[in-house]
Nanobody, 126 residues
Framework: QLVESGGDSVEAGGSLKLSCSSSEYTSRSNCMGWFRQAPGKEREGVATIYTGDSTPYYGDSVKGRFTISQDYVKKTVYLQMNSLKPEDTAMYYC??????????????????????WGQGTQVTVS
């Protein structure tokens, strides 16, 4: 239902754009987000967007460098990642939810708020 693409290996300072396409069901979600998990670390909220009004939320570690956006017609959410750092290396997952993600930035960036997940796409920064 959620399919990520765009992961790659890049040098520090470079850019990547991730895409997450959704099925008809998940396209009715109120929130879609990007999360990442590096080896040995907990999953971290990177950026999320309210699909209704395109309100974005960003994790502190990526604010100012990453931009989340959506194409409602294509049912696709994007994550533009600029000024990449080695510490951005992780598996990036797309997620969607209808209700639990609403109400606060904390809820929007909390992976426990999301009930639908993609398989992930690897980003490696060296």
């Amino acid at each position: 239902q959620l399919v990520e693409s765009g992961g790659d290996s890049v040098e520090a300072g470079g850019s990547l754009k991730l895409s997450c396409s959704s099925s008809e069901y998940t396209s009715r979600s109120n929130c879609m987000g990007w999360f990442r998990q590096a080896p040995g670390k907990e999953r971290e909220g990177v950026a999320t967007i309210y699909t209704g009004d395109s309100t974005p939320y960003y994790g502190d570690s990526v604010k100012g460098r990453f931009t989340i956006s959506q194409d409602y017609v294509k049912k696709t959410v994007y994550l533009q990642m600029n000024s990449l750092k080695p510490e951005d290396t992780a598996m990036y997952y797309c997620a969607a939810d209808r209700l639990r993600c609403l109400g606060s930035k904390q809820k929007a960036l909390d992976d426990s708020s999301y009930n639908c997940w993609g398989q992930g796409t690897q980003v490696t920064v060296s």
